[in-house]
């Protein structure tokens, strides 16, 4: 496997970024940032990463929201 030094989400689980957003912004902010069902009705890491493990479009947008919260 090659190494990725400049890709910031290298060696990040969709568990860390989601952590990291929880804390960062809160769950109220995810669901107006990024409004979908696990955000914004009972949300849970655990049925973020169920729902964005499944939804590629979704995880798009947390990966481009974290990339955006580090920088």
């Given at each position: ?34 409004p ?7 949300p ?28």
């Amino acid at each position: 496997m090659r190494e990725q030094p400049n890709n910031p989400l290298h060696g990040k689980t969709l568990e860390f970024i989601l952590n990291h957003l929880v804390a960062t912004y809160g769950w109220d902010e995810l669901g107006q940032r990024i409004p979908v069902n696990c955000f914004l009705h009972d949300p849970s890491i655990k049925s973020s990463l169920r729902f964005f493990r499944k939804t590629p479009w979704a995880r798009k947008k947390v990966e481009d929201l974290y990339l955006q919260s580090i920088n």
